[in-house]
């Protein structure tokens, strides 16, 4: 099984819907991270999360919410979903003792079209 | 100005060369420097990490941070077709609000050939 386990992977949905993403981890890291991806643009911090308490804004967060359920798990939601948010999104974990919190481990990725 | 900038691409080299890639920053006060690579319908996986200003070699691949000159590069000596990827510069903000927060640029799309 993997270590950050996305959920779904492919999802199509239609302008206005709320939609969630869900992210799990095994890994037993204190940090998590909702980026998404777009073509030319890289990978944008959504939000991002150092502990259960703790949950902070990134770049683009405009759109987004976000639940830090418990250390292992953490979900994003978009509350009424746009076609200019159709991306890739990727969770990603980290532990704040390695690397300084910046060795990151990605999830398989979340494929969200909006129509 | 975008904190994170990369040569976007796509750069293209034979096999067996030296590919050279680039990245530079905007917050002058970062100190943990990362490259991530992504394999087409891939995830990104971290390759190297960087702290200190020079070298630093770990098999084919060099990683050289310059702070002074807020540039940050990665070497790929004897590149593979199996090079060929999405490379990704990342800087860890050290302090302020924006502490812990990783920042990607927007990745340099590698393709060694045969």
């Known amino acids: ?115 | 100005q975008k904190e994170v900038e990369q040569n976007s691409g796509p750069l293209s080299v034979p096999e067996g060369a030296i590919a050279s890639l680039n990245c530079t920053y905007s917050d002058r006060g970062s100190q943990s420097f990362f490259w991530y690579r992504q394999y087409s319908g891939k995830s990104p996986e971290l390759i190297m990490s960087i702290y200190s200003n020079g070298d630093k070699e770990d098999g084919r691949f060099t990683a050289q941070l310059n702070k002074a000159s807020q540039y940050v590069s990665l070497l790929i000596r004897d590149s593979q077709p199996s090079d060929s990827a999405t490379y990704l510069c990342a800087v860890l903000s050290a302090g302020g609000t924006s502490y812990g927060k990783l920042t990607f640029g927007q990745g340099t799309i590698l393709t060694v050939h045969p």
């Open chain 1, 1 to 115: 099984d993997a270590d950050v386990t996305q959920t779904p992977r492919n999802r199509i949905t239609k302008t206005g819907k709320r939609i969630m993403l869900e992210c799990s981890q095994t890994k037993g890291h204190d940090r998590m991270y909702w980026y998404r991806q777009d073509p030319g643009l890289g990978l944008r911090l959504i939000y991002y999360s150092f502990d259960v308490k703790d949950i902070n804004k990134g770049e683009i967060s405009d759109g987004y919410s976000v639940s830090r359920q418990a250390q292992a798990k953490f979900s994003l939601s978009l509350e009424s979903a746009i076609p200019n948010q159709t991306a890739l999104y990727f969770c990603a974990t980290s532990d704040s003792h390695r690397g300084y919190g910046g060795e990151l481990f990605f999830g398989e990725g979340s494929r969200l079209t909006v129509l």
